[in-house]
Nanobody, 123 residues
């Protein structure tokens, strides 16, 4: 069984930065991603990374967000810069043992999910 534990959420003003972390407990993971869900909206993929470090980003976060993982693939990160109020949401870490070439932002590609960490951006 795989457990994911997110941390690093909080409240920031628009233009600020946050770094989210996701600790992975369990067996080998080959595909990881970050998702977010605002109240009344569908969950959307923010960024994904494969076991070789190749990444994919949602268009609106390109150039501002960076997804990364440590060499042992036991911790996933999301560095978020220039945050906007509309990015207020619960952010979730997701993982799967299956390979996802180039990373994935599709929820169906992920079997394991964290409990989420709240990010609030004020104007």
């Amino acid at each position: 069984q795989v457990q994911l534990v997110e941390s690093g959420g909080g409240s920031v003003q628009a233009g600020g930065s946050l770094r989210l972390s996701c600790a992975v407990f369990g067996y080998s993971i080959n595909c990881m991603g970050w998702f977010r869900q605002a109240p009344g909206k569908e969950r959307e993929g923010v960024a994904g990374i494969d076991s070789y470090g190749r990444t994919t980003y949602e268009d609106s976060v390109k150039g501002r967000f960076t997804i990364s993982q440590d060499n042992a693939k036991t911790t996933l990160y999301l560095q978020m810069n220039s945050l906007k109020p509309e990015e207020t949401a619960m952010y979730y870490c997701a993982a799967d043992w299956r390979y996802c070439r180039g990373g994935s932002r599709w929820p169906a590609d992920f079997r394991y999910w964290g409990q989420g960490t709240q990010v609030t951006v004020s104007s």
